[in-house]
């Protein structure tokens, strides 16, 4: 073992046992001298070591540092070159250095000199540096490049712009400090240092993207142009700035005769951006084929176009309105191409090429066809070509900018032509004419052009456009092709030919003619009784909304109705059809088909009602030929093209049936039989009408006609036009004389019932009925039909053409029927009344009385019960079982039952009446008058109930005397028989009475004055006639005791009793007359005139005599008081 591993063991062991015994302690003591020598020696050792190092490395130092910067690899990250001076320029140096050495090294600032192809170009100064092993980059910042050799560098200077790849040499004699190990620097002087630099140039700027062309500052003689341009740096080196660069812009190539465009930019022109860097945001927002997100730079140029070589400008213009890019060549001005002197010489005759992008707009937008005019087919050429004039609006864009006029002063088109997806053929311009040829940025500019189509397929296809511009709202029309257009502006005159043009104009097509009006229409009467047809002339507008205008000459349609496509009649006319109204003739005939029984259908039948009602038809026309047949477009348009319009009804104001006038209405009123009940009445209400009217045909219509039957189905309506009901009847017989200003009669046949809808129907028929028994005058009651409830005249009418079965003719009729008045002019008459039966309540009495109803209105009323009226008293019911009038004036009879049966707080009322009635008592003779009057009771029809709640009927009851002239009184005569010698005042009195009625009378009571007549003569009829009755009475009739006498029902006479022997074979006795015994008449006075009188004249002859007082009767069993006066009673003595 040796000394140094005892040592170490030595060491180990005491770090492992801290706690040492004694003699341990002693052991180490003794070893210490020795390990203190042995470190000196290694001290020494290695110092003296370390200096031979430093001596050896000193001396070798240079030749390390040296080789250590020939190794070094060095590349040049970026230069950028700003603050142009005349002689030098801010150099911003960005490199990277690759260290081979593995020792850190400082290299002292220095002076780095550039020569370029052996030729010094200049210096700048370099900040110390510091390096180590591998890449180190280094950063120069804003160092001074001193050009020292001015034409050296503007041949470095224009290289760099011009190639794609530069070497350059750069050199210096550096002063550079080595670290060793970290502890010992070694300083080596003069190094040098020689490298030769390769890094990419701009490659003469070639990656020029134009993105923006402006010319919106132009003036009328100047066309100033503002381009945006993105040039690609593809170099490391950037500029900053380049200077206020001047550029020539030459198409279709470079020459001294192809300048079309002088540019320059601003002093501030820089190339700021280097290869691999952010584009300007400007050109990386750019969506193009190329990715222009790095390297790219923003440069804008302005300047003026130039128009000196006409075709150079015009060939540049032609490819930027094309949709095409223009091959430009730009070059740097020669004689001053940048305004920064350090760069002007490098950049003389820079020449880039690039593309100037077309017009986004180009130069033809929108075109608008404002009118498309056809010419008729030429003979001989109509199956190859048509003409057409055009008047076109296009819309268009100026390149020159909205300052700038270009007036455009011809046009030639060559186009395929394709519309409605068809291609038509080749469109070409044939003249032009300008409008309005300025164009001033985006205008319009109106041409009319004449042009000239050759078809395709012979014209087929164009026919087939024609017929879908016919029949489509909107059609398109495409041109697709080129034009050439000469203008003149500021820069002169332009040619620009081969511009493409492509345009698709949506026109307004004619929509199928859905704006066809027949503005009249004619039938003259003229037709052929054998054609059996008849001639029609129309005036038709057509509203063209299209632009086309087409000169179809004559042709032939057709004519159909739209539902049943049946055709009906043809017409022909010569069309010029135009945009907008278009008046056209047609003529024809109408010659519809008959069945066997030679009547027409019914929807040509319904055609002529619903004209004759006002309301319009559709109808359609077939185009069945033209008259160009051998113009294959034309049939193609135009035959077989079907038309739908609507044939307007009559205008409004017409009234076919006009003039109504009712000359009689029978009215049946009763109730429905049994299960024909309806929900609304209970009334059954029939009538018949025999009316006038008159029936015209409207102005348009001449033919002929003959009407020999008709239905009608109507709504009745009072004066305010409500709902009555309805009347529907079957077909009636009429007559007609078209020659007679259309009068019309018709007498119906039948009865017809009124339909009721509602309860107002019934309500307000009622009133209507209240209104004709009640009103004074004339009441309205219209008949309207309503279309919409299938209601109107249905005539079957004779033509030429064959029977039309027309329906739903309006009637609006309003004719006046005179109102009954409750029959008080003239008033009712009572003509006789019997009494049949009296019972202990009432007597029953058959009546027969006359009226005349002034209406025209005839009425079958039923059974009614009408309650008689006296001084406002009921007397009792009248009952008619069958209450139908006559009409007209017309006299009607009405018999009846009437039951006297008043209340008994009205019998003083009612014993007035039954006085009246018998002798006239409280009138003086003459007729009572009464009301007959109606009531809810009066009629089980509800319909004829309101009416005869209010009926009031007034009149008057004639007398006894006026009713039977034969028998005028109940008492005929009186026989005086000479009374007792001791009773003189005394005096028998025996009464001849009546009885003129089928009931018998039972008087049971008399008390009466006499009045004696005091100037009594001798009539021409050889009859006595009172001329004066005394003042007072002569005596007095009324017997204390009274005895009944009972007058027989119909009794002609008799006498209440008689004296004398066998006195019954004398008189007549009335039954239970007493024979030998009568009733006494008490005298006043025998020595008074009148008793003087009375003796001598009854003596005489006799004496006429008047009565007043009371009679109490029976009549039947009807027990009642009357007053009775009587005058003329003629009393003579008995034999």
């Not at 510091?130 to 224009?158: C, E, R, V, Y």
Request: net charge neutral; with cysteine.
């Amino acid at each position: 073992m040796t000394d140094e591993q005892e040592l170490e063991l030595t060491e180990q062991l005491a770090s492992r046992q801290p706690l040492l015994e004694q003699h341990d302690t002693s052991t180490k003591n003794r070893t210490k001298p020795w390990y203190r020598r042995r470190l000196v020696i290694i001290s020494g050792a290695l110092l003296l070591l370390l200096g031979f190092s430093y001596t050896l490395i000193s001396s070798q130092i240079s030749r390390i540092a040296s080789q250590a910067i020939k190794d070094t690899v060095m590349h040049v990250k970026k230069m950028d070159l700003s603050h142009p001076e005349f002689q030098s320029v801010t150099l911003n140096l960005s490199l990277s250095l690759e260290m081979m050495s593995p020792f850190p090294a400082t290299v002292d600032a220095t002076t780095f000199v550039i020569a370029y192809q052996d030729v010094r170009v200049g210096s700048f100064q370099a900040p110390t540096m510091h390096m180590s092993h591998g890449i180190n980059d280094q950063i120069f910042p804003d160092s001074t490049l001193k050009i020292q050799d001015k034409k050296a560098w503007n041949h470095f200077a224009g290289d760099m712009m011009k190639l794609s790849q530069i070497q350059y040499q750069i050199s210096s004699s550096l002063i550079i400090h080595v670290r060793l190990l970290g502890l010992v620097t070694f300083r080596a002087s003069d190094i040098p240092l020689h490298k030769v630099m390769t890094f990419k140039g701009m490659d003469g700027l070639q990656d020029m993207q134009i993105a923006q062309v402006k010319m919106d500052n132009s003036t009328q003689k100047e066309v100033l142009v503002t381009i945006k341009t993105c040039i690609r740096n593809p170099s490391i080196t950037t500029i900053r700035p380049v200077g206020a660069l001047c550029l020539n812009a030459h198409y279709p190539r470079l020459g001294e005769s192809t300048l079309v465009a002088h540019l320059r930019t601003s002093a501030d022109t820089a190339l700021s951006i280097a290869d691999g860097e952010p584009s300007h945001p400007f050109c990386a927002s750019l969506q193009e084929t190329t990715d222009m997100s790095k390297g790219y730079n923003l440069l804008e140029l302005q300047g003026q176009m130039l128009g000196v070589n006409s075709e150079a400008i015009s060939g540049l213009i032609t490819k930027y309105l094309s949709n095409v890019s223009a091959a430009l060549t730009v070059v740097m001005c020669e004689t001053r191409a940048s305004s920064v002197d350090l760069y002007n010489q490098a950049m003389k005759n820079l020449t880039i090429k690039s593309l100037l992008p077309p017009q986004k707009d180009p130069l033809v937008g929108n075109m608008f066809l404002h009118g498309i005019s056809l010419y008729p087919p030429a003979e001989g050429k109509e199956n190859d070509t048509v003409q057409l004039d055009t008047a076109v609006l296009v819309e268009a864009t100026s390149p020159l900018g909205p300052s700038s006029v270009l007036t455009v002063t011809d046009v030639h088109m060559n186009v395929s032509l394709t519309g409605a997806g068809l291609a038509l053929g080749t469109l070409s311009t044939v003249s032009v004419d300008i409008i309005d040829g300025k164009l001033v940025g985006r205008s319009n500019i109106s041409v009319d052009c004449l042009t000239k189509l050759d078809f395709a397929e012979g014209g087929k296809a164009f026919g087939r456009f024609v017929r879908a511009s016919v029949v489509k709202e909107k059609v398109s029309l495409t041109l697709a092709g080129s034009m050439n257009v000469v203008c003149q502006g500021a820069l002169g005159k332009l040619k620009l030919f081969g511009l493409p043009l492509r345009a698709t104009a949506l026109l307004s097509g004619m929509n199928n003619f859905k704006n066809v009006t027949v503005e009249s229409f004619s039938l003259p009467g003229s037709g052929s009784t054998t054609e059996h047809e008849e001639p029609i002339q129309t005036q038709i507008e057509i509203r063209n909304p299209s632009v086309f205008t087409v000169s179809i000459g004559t042709f032939w349609m057709d004519l159909s109705l739209n539902a049943s496509r049946e055709k009906f009649g043809e017409l022909h006319g010569t069309m010029h059809l135009a945009p907008g109204r278009n008046g056209l003739e047609m003529n024809g005939h109408l010659k519809p088909t008959k069945d066997a029984a030679g009547q027409v259908s019914d929807a040509v039948a319904d055609f002529f009602s619903r004209y004759l009602n006002g309301n319009s038809s559709q109808i359609i026309v077939e185009i069945t030929g033209t008259q160009y047949s051998n113009c294959i477009w034309m049939q193609e348009a135009l035959v077989g093209l079907t038309i739908g319009t609507s044939f307007p009804g009559v205008g409004k104001g017409f009234q076919m049936i006009s003039k109504i006038k009712m000359n009689q209405l029978d009215v049946i009123l009763d109730e429905f039989p049994p299960g024909e009940r309806g929900p609304t009445t209970n009334t059954r209400m029939q009538v018949r009408a025999d009316m006038e009217a008159s029936v015209k045909m409207p102005h348009s219509i001449g033919i002929p006609l003959q009407i020999s039957n008709l239905s009608i189905a109507v709504t009745l309506e009072n004066k305010n036009n409500q709902h009555l009901g309805s009347l529907v009847s079957a077909r009636e017989t009429c007559e007609f004389n078209q020659t007679d200003h259309g009068a019309f009669l018709m007498n119906m046949s039948h009865y017809y019932p009124i339909g009721f809808c509602n309860y107002g129907d019934v309500r307000r028929m009622s009133s209507f009925i209240e209104d004709l028994l009640t009103k004074n005058g004339s009441i309205m009651m219209r008949l309207k039909s309503d279309i919409g409830a299938n209601q109107g005249a249905f005539p079957d009418i004779g033509t030429r053409m064959g029977m039309l079965a027309l329906r739903n003719i309006p009637v609006d009729g309003a004719p006046l029927i005179p109102a009954m008045d409750s029959f008080r002019h003239p008033p009712v008459k009572i003509l006789s009344i019997d009494i049949q039966q009296g019972s202990k309540q009432s007597m029953v009495m058959s009546m027969e009385f006359s009226l005349q109803n002034p209406s025209i209105v005839l009425v079958k009323l039923g059974s009614l019960a009408l309650d008689v009226f006296f001084d406002g008293v009921r007397m009792g019911s009248a009952k008619i079982s069958d209450f139908s009038l006559n009409c007209c004036g017309k006299l009607t009879i009405l018999r009846g039952s009437f039951e006297y049966k008043p209340l008994q707080s009205d019998l003083v009322t009612a014993e007035r009446f039954l006085s009246n009635f018998v002798s006239g008592y409280f009138t003086h003779g003459a007729a009572q008058e009464i009301a007959i009057k109606g009531s809810a009771e009066s009629t089980p029809l509800d319909l004829l109930q309101p009416a005869l709640k209010v009926l009031s009927i007034p009149s008057k009851l004639p007398t006894l005397a006026e009713m039977f002239p034969s028998m005028p009184t109940l008492v005929i005569s009186s026989l005086l028989y000479i009374p007792p010698i001791f009773h003189l005042a005394q005096i028998p009195t025996s009464l001849e009475l009546r009885n003129p009625f089928s009931e018998s009378i039972m008087v049971t009571a008399i008390d009466m004055e006499l009045y004696p007549c005091e100037d009594q003569i001798l009539g021409d009829d050889g009859k006595l006639v009172c001329k004066k009755y005394f003042d007072d009475s002569l005596a007095r009739f009324a017997p204390a005791v009274f005895h009944p006498i009972f007058i027989p029902a119909n009794t002609n006479s008799c006498f209440s009793c008689c004296r004398g022997s066998r006195c019954n074979d004398h008189v007549k006795l009335c039954p239970h007359a007493s024979v030998g015994k009568c009733m006494n008449a008490a005298v006043q006075s025998l020595l008074s005139p009148e008793a003087i009188a009375t003796i001598i004249h009854t003596l005489a002859g006799g004496l006429l005599m008047r009565i007043n007082g009371t009679i109490g009767a029976s009549i039947g069993d009807y027990a009642t008081h009357l007053f009775y006066q009587q005058d003329g009673l003629f009393v003579a003595m008995a034999k």
